[in-house]
C-alpha cells in the first residue's frame, strides 16, 4: 500500500558531496553529455547504471498545475510497478508528483510503500533482497508550468543516500537530454540575444565545464569567462548555471560532442 504522511517528508536537508561523490558525480555528467547524436532512453539508463545504482528506469511528462502525469516512458520497470505510485498517463493529482511539488527534492518509496523525503532515508525499510523499490525526482522547465519527473527503481538500500545526492545532481542534465523528446523546441529570442561567443561558453556550461575550464579551452582569461557567464544569466533571465543551460537547451543553442568531445556542426 503506497502511503505519504508529513511525518514521512520531514525538514529539508543540507546538500553537499563528498570528494568521492563529486568523482562520481563527474562520471555521470559525461555519461550524460558524451553521446554521439541523439541516444535514445534506453541507452541514457545504461549509462547512468555506471554510477547510480539501479536496475529500472522510467520518465513521465509532468503538468505542475494539476499535479498531473501527461505521458509516460517506461524503460524497463515491471509492468504495472509504476502505476501502483500513481504515475499513469493522464491521471491528475498524483500523490508523489504532488509531494515532490511541495519540496522539489528527491523522493524515496521503500518496501513498506511510505514515500519518504531525504531526512527520512536512513529509516527506509528495504526489501527481502536489500533493495529500495524507487528514487522520484523531476526538473520543471524555466515557466515552472511542466516538467518531466524521474524513476529509478530497484535499488540497494546501502547505496540509497549517495545515489540521492547523484540524482539531485544529475536531473538537469536528464532534463536537457529528454525533454526534446516530448516538446519541439521552439523559436526563442535566446537566440539573437546572445553573441557567438556567449553561445560557445554555455555549450561548454552544458558539458558542466567551470570557468577555469572554459577559459582554457576558449583562450580566454577567467575574468573574460565570467563576464560572459554573467551576461548569458541576464540575458536569458535566468538565475543560475543550471537555469540557463535548461533555457539555451530549449532554444535548441546547445550543440552536442560525440564521447571525444569534437562538437558537431
Given at each position: 500500500m503506497f502511503s505519504i504522511s508529513s511525518e514521512d517528508l520531514g525538514d529539508p536537508p543540507g546538500y553537499s558531496l563528498g570528494a568521492e561523490?563529486?568523482?562520481?558525480a563527474a562520471q555521470l555528467i559525461d555519461s550524460l553529455v558524451n553521446f554521439a547524436g541523439?541516444?535514445?532512453?534506453?541507452?541514457i539508463s545504461a549509462?547512468?547504471?555506471h554510477t547510480l545504482h539501479h536496475e529500472f528506469f522510467?520518465?513521465?511528462q509532468l503538468s505542475a498545475n494539476e499535479a498531473g502525469i501527461l505521458g509516460l516512458v517506461n524503460i524497463d520497470f515491471p509492468v504495472g510497478e509504476i502505476e501502483r505510485y500513481g504515475i499513469i498517463s493522464g491521471s491528475r493529482d498524483c500523490l508523489l508528483a504532488t509531494a515532490w511539488y511541495a519540496r522539489r527534492e528527491p523522493i524515496c518509496v521503500d518496501a513498506q510503500g511510505r514515500a519518504l523525503a531525504e531526512p527520512r532515508w536512513a529509516h527506509a525499510v528495504a526489501s527481502h533482497s536489500g533493495r529500495i523499490p524507487l528514487i522520484y525526482h523531476a526538473q520543471l522547465d524555466p515557466t515552472g508550468g511542466r516538467g518531466i519527473g524521474f524513476l529509478f527503481g530497484d535499488i540497494p538500500a546501502s547505496q540509497l543516500l549517495k545515489d540521492g545526492k547523484l540524482v539531485r545532481y544529475a536531473t538537469p542534465y536528464l532534463y536537457a537530454q529528454l525533454s526534446r523528446r516530448f516538446w519541439a523546441r521552439a523559436p526563442s529570442s535566446?537566440?539573437?540575444l546572445l553573441t557567438a561567443r556567449e553561445i560557445q561558453v554555455i555549450e561548454w556550461m552544458y558539458y558542466g565545464k567551470t570557468n577555469e575550464e572554459i577559459a582554457t579551452l576558449m583562450g580566454n582569461s577567467v575574468f573574460t569567462v565570467k563576464n560572459h557567464v554573467q551576461r548569458i544569466l541576464l540575458k536569458l533571465s535566468a538565475t543560475n548555471r543550471t537555469q540557463a543551460?535548461?533555457?539555451?537547451?530549449?532554444a535548441g543553442l546547445v550543440k552536442y560532442s560525440d564521447a571525444s568531445g569534437t562538437k558537431s556542426d
Open positions: 561523490e563529486r568523482d562520481e541523439e541516444p535514445d532512453a534506453a541507452a549509462a547512468l547504471r522510467a520518465y513521465a535566446a537566440a539573437r543551460v535548461l533555457i539555451a537547451a530549449a
